[in-house]
């Protein structure tokens, strides 16, 4: 298993998002988190890399295994250094140029030459699409190639584990095609992926497992024929149809 969590805890004062989540990621796999909105799902993410303090619970990462509440800094540090975060806003630096988002990450993190980040950075914008594009500015992109811009910078850094809140959720229609597709690329590459998205489809094309968030629990999980096809918790088969993925089921 490249991560492992164990009863996940968040709350923002008295209010509890998450209430002991648990689950595993194999090494390869693309794990796919869905529900409504507040349920949970990206405070899953924020708290993995420490954007979010969790409250409590277990982590095991690769080769380490710690304490959530009582993590040490090289802890926080190792989890930062071998994961990437692709945002729902893009982040990315407004007076730097599309190559220079990239490289900025291999510069600072990695330490890398500028030779070296550059040679590595435009290999993965024309993997991305945009090979065209790398002295453009972020104004000067649409909102399509500004995220793929971010995944590039991700995929830079070549991570265990790449995590996306909600990628296409700022686009435009026309612009969440094209994302689609450079995600389902990373995914076919055999990167680790843990993707929170109300894509439905996509996440029954892409993802090898799915957790359904309700609550702050995860009150169904499974392959994504089993869960989409055939959700057994009602509370499961009212969120798809709602989301009309379902029709059949009655509630």
């Known amino acids: ?26 090494e390869g796999e693309v794990l796919g ?3 409504s909105s507040g349920s949970g799902k990206s405070t899953i993410l924020r708290c993995i890399n420490y954007l979010e303090k969790p409250n409590s619970g277990r982590v095991r990462f690769a080769d380490r295994d710690f304490d959530i509440e009582t993590a040490e800094k090289q802890d926080i540090r190792y989890m930062r250094s071998h994961t990437a975060m692709v945002f729902q806003q893009f982040n990315l630096f407004k007076y730097k140029t599309a190559l220079e988002n990239v490289m900025e990450g291999l510069l600072v ?14 290999e993965i914008l024309a993997r991305v ?10 104004r000067e992109l649409s909102g399509g190639q500004q995220q793929r811009v971010a995944i590039a910078r991700a995929l830079a850094l ?28 990373v995914a076919k590459s055999g990167k680790t992926m843990l993707i929170v998205s109300h894509e439905m489809n996509f996440i029954n094309d892409i993802a090898d497992h799915v957790l359904f968030l309700d609550g702050g629990l995860i009150a169904e999980e499974g392959a994504p024929s089993a869960l989409f096809g055939n959700p057994q918790q009602e509370r499961t088969r009212l969120f798809l149809r709602r989301a009309n993925i379902i029709s059949d089921y009655s509630i």
Do not use: W
């Open 158 to 185: 070549d991570p265990k584990l790449i995590m996306l809140d909600e990628p296409t959720s700022a686009l435009d229609p026309e612009m969440i095609g094209e994302v689609l597709d450079v995600i389902r690329n």
């Open 129 to 138: 699409g945009l090979e065209n594009r790398m002295a453009y500015y972020p």
């Open 1 to 26: 298993m490249i991560l492992q969590i164990d009863k996940l805890r968040k709350s923002f004062g008295s209010n509890e998002i998450l209430k002991g989540v648990s689950f595993s990621i194999g």
């Open 109 to 122: 993190v990695r330490k890398q030459s500028k030779k070296e980040a550059e040679c590595i950075s435009r």
């Open 33 to 35: 988190v869905i529900g």
